[in-house]
């Protein structure tokens, strides 16, 4: 059970590492945009915060599998904790196999069904991100995908790890490791959201104001 932070902000991503329950980090051309520096420098920041051995997800595009494996090249270069992500469409799974009998670890994203997540298991993903909030967007059920993969994933034995993406908020979280997510990856708000329980609040004034009294009277 993984929590990876999908965000590309580095500042946050080392406060949220410093906890020490930060696995991981996804990140997406969208988030990069928002960024606003030169993806390689920010992807060179963010893995040098982690373990050789973590997963900091670094997305291709280009039209062609040459150009994604390009841009792959590329990024494999800054370190060895890159994971490659590419979208599941025909180019990107075809780049996934390359990638992935090579070795490379790969995580396919933009999954919004079993079926495609059936083909990027066979394609030698490492991970596969299936989009919650994107789903339930269009009143679909993403938690439902996410256990349908899962039990299809361990009926099958696949090595192949379901990594749940597009959390939009922290129930979903315990949602999708109880029907079988291997990891969450969330963002900053929503990570930092975990924390909270109006009855944490109220409990821990309650013991602070009975710690203060109990102080008062033994003076």
């Avoid at 991503?13 to 960024?35: E, F, H, R, W």
């Amino acid at each position: 059970m993984k929590i990876f932070l999908d965000c590309s902000d580095v500042d946050l991503i080392k406060q949220s590492y410093a906890t020490g329950l930060i696995d991981g980090v996804t990140t997406n051309p969208s988030l990069m945009l928002k960024n606003g520096h030169n993806p390689l420098d920010v992807l060179k920041e963010i893995t040098s915060i982690f373990p050789w051995d973590a997963s900091i997800s670094a997305e291709v595009v280009g039209e062609t599998v040459e150009d994604m494996l390009a841009m792959a090249d590329t990024y494999l270069e800054i370190a060895p904790n890159i994971t490659i992500k590419v979208p599941c469409t025909r180019t990107g799974l075809k780049a996934c196999k390359d990638l992935s009998e090579d070795e490379v670890a790969v995580n396919v994203t933009l999954i919004f069904s079993a079926a495609q997540a059936i083909l990027a298991s066979k394609a030698g993903a490492t991970y596969v991100s299936p989009f919650v909030g994107r789903l339930n967007d269009q009143y679909w059920d993403g938690i439902s995908l996410v256990k349908e993969i899962a039990d299809v994933y361990a009926t099958h034995g696949s090595k192949t790890q379901v990594l749940a993406a597009s959390i939009r908020e922290p129930i979903q979280v315990s949602h999708c490791f109880r029907v079988g997510a291997d990891i969450c990856t969330l963002p900053w708000d929503i990570f930092n959201k975990m924390y909270d329980h109006i009855l944490t609040d109220q409990g821990m004034q309650k013991f602070d104001s009975d710690w203060s009294e109990l102080q008062s009277k033994l003076k």
